[in-house]
Nanobody
């Protein structure tokens, strides 16, 4: 019903920047929450940043001040600007969508971000 496609991942050196994009399609409700989660090798999938349709944001402590989440509601697209990247940011980044009334949300397939010199 909802499809999420991530893009923008890749290999970057420490201190560098990347911008991830997530394009949503299908049955998108105007009132919703979208966000980014990441899963490093051997670790659990953790929340990175979320944003509501009203513009309220939430960030993990580990990325606050370095990452910025934003959205273009008209395009059903959410972005994650990642600055000052370090090796600990290496992970597969997943886009997420949910709304009131859903028993569970929807996930994208993920995009790999590797920070290495």
């Amino acid at each position: 019903q909802v499809q999420l496609v991530e893009s923008g991942g890749g290999l970057v050196q420490p201190g560098g920047s990347l911008r991830l994009s997530c394009a949503a399609s299908g049955s998108i409700f105007s009132i919703n929450t979208m966000g980014w989660y990441r899963q490093a090798l051997g670790k659990q999938r953790d929340m990175v940043a979320t944003i509501t349709s009203g513009g309220s944001t939430n960030y993990a402590d580990s990325v606050k001040g370095r990452f910025t989440i934003s959205r273009d509601a008209a395009k059903n697209t959410v972005y994650l600007q990642m600055n000052s990247l370090n090796a600990a940011d290496t992970a597969v980044y997943y886009c997420y969508y949910t709304r009131a009334g859903l028993p569970r949300g929807y996930w994208g397939q993920g995009t790999q971000v590797t920070v290495s010199s």
